[in-house]
């Protein structure tokens, strides 16, 4: 049976992605809750959604089977108490909340409700970085030695509001890609973060004491570091993932983004050859491993905890950011 979903929020992510993604996986949009009815309407109409509301409760109690929480950062932790509460299987926004104790309690209300929770890190699945973790598996470039991300462009003006200018949204660059990094070098090494040390930079865009952009730097536990470069404010910069190993090294240029895309070279003791990539999109695996775990068969690709560590990292590294200090990874 197809999984009917209702929206919380109407967000440019979902308008952009995730409503085609979950109609491309078979799933029913068939509702959507917005704080303001005529915009809610507005945009209901635009994607062929039925039903509008605006009082979550009535939402949350009108026949869907998931909830797809994309409002900003900070309303992720109450949405998700409360979906959990009604029995809906939640598959939640990054970062998944802006403290560890909210995420933790995200996790077990879902645990205690037995509904599916996941997050939606989609850049597990771009191309490049699916067989960067084959290459990696199968040992192509011997033991890493070392990883850097440049995770680094130009926020759209559409969305320069509350990632640079509300403090109490979960605002700045380290939440919001950041927090991608953190999960993605996880999913490429497969260990765990240990330590960050982060320096954060305001060029203007942001507001004061809000980061557009953050260098830094990620110990990992089995003893390899990465580096990363996020930034809001570098229209001109190429994305860059590189992994370093002692028998060659991996380099994915354009792969940290929504859209299918990207490149992936191998360079090592035969020269430097292109790896031939199968490009598809990025969000609708999110949203068949979420539906395929619903109806009891396999997991998220990216779980609760995978979002509450990733949420680690960011947290560390922006409390590095005011210590000057490295700072362990706790969850
Ligand atoms: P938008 O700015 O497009 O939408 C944010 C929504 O939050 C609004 O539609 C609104 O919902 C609600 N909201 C509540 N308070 C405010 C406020 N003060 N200002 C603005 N909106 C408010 O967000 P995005 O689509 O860019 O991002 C939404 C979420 O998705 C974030 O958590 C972000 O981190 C995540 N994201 C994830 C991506 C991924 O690839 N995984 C990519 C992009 C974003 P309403 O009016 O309907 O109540």
């Known amino acids: 049976m197809a999984v009917r979903w209702g929206?919380?929020?109407?967000?440019t992510i979902a308008q952009e992605w995730v409503i085609g993604a979950i109609r491309a996986a078979g799933g029913e949009v068939v509702s959507l809750c917005g704080r303001d009815r005529a915009r809610a309407e507005a945009y209901a109409a635009h994607n062929t959604i039925d039903q509008v509301f605006t009082d979550p409760?009535?939402?949350?109690?009108?026949?869907?089977?998931a909830v797809y929480i994309s409002t900003i950062n900070s309303f992720h932790h109450e949405q998700v108490l409360a979906s959990a509460a009604a029995g809906k299987h939640i598959l939640c926004e990054k970062p998944l909340a802006l403290t560890l104790d909210a995420g933790r309690e995200m996790i077990e209300a879902c645990?205690?409700?037995?509904?599916?929770?996941?997050?939606?890190?989609?850049?597990?699945?771009?191309?490049?970085?699916?067989?960067?973790?084959?290459?990696?598996?199968?040992?192509?470039?011997?033991?890493?030695?070392?990883?850097?991300?440049?995770?680094?462009?130009?926020?759209?003006h559409h969305l320069q509001?509350?990632?640079?200018?509300?403090?109490?949204?979960?605002?700045g660059v380290v939440l919001d890609l950041t927090v991608h990094d953190a999960d993605l070098l996880t999913f490429l090494l497969d260990s765990e973060p240990e330590s960050v040390f982060a320096i954060g930079s305001n060029s203007g865009m942001a507001v004061?004491?809000?980061?557009?952009?953050?260098?830094?730097?990620?110990?990992?536990?089995?003893?390899?570091?990465?580096a990363f470069f996020d930034a809001f404010t570098t229209p001109y910069a190429e994305h860059r993932l590189e992994v370093q190993g002692t028998r060659g090294s991996l380099m994915a240029t354009g792969s940290?983004?929504?859209?299918?895309?990207?490149?992936?070279a191998v360079r090592d003791a035969d020269g430097a050859q292109e790896v031939a990539l199968n490009l598809t999109d990025l969000y609708q695996p999110n949203i068949r491993a979420f539906q395929n775990a619903i109806h009891g068969h396999g997991a998220p690709i990216a779980t609760g905890e995978d979002g509450l560590r990733s949420l680690a990292v960011a947290l560390a590294a922006k409390r590095s950011m005011e210590t000057g200090a490295m700072v362990p990874v706790s969850r």
Do not use: C
């Open 7 to 11: 929206l919380w929020g109407a967000t």
């Open 57 to 65: 409760a009535v939402f949350l109690g009108s026949g869907i089977d």
């Open 111 to 156: 645990r205690a409700a037995s509904v599916v929770f996941a997050v939606n890190h989609h850049l597990r699945n771009a191309a490049p970085h699916v067989a960067m973790k084959r290459m990696l598996l199968e040992g192509r470039i011997g033991d890493i030695v070392s990883l850097s991300i440049t995770h680094a462009g130009y926020l759209p």
């Open 161 to 171: 509001g509350w990632r640079i200018n509300d403090m109490t949204a979960g605002s």
């Open 208 to 226: 004061a004491g809000i980061e557009d952009s953050v260098n830094g730097t990620i110990r990992f536990r089995n003893g390899v570091t990465a």
């Open 256 to 264: 940290l983004r929504q859209a299918p895309g990207g490149r992936l």
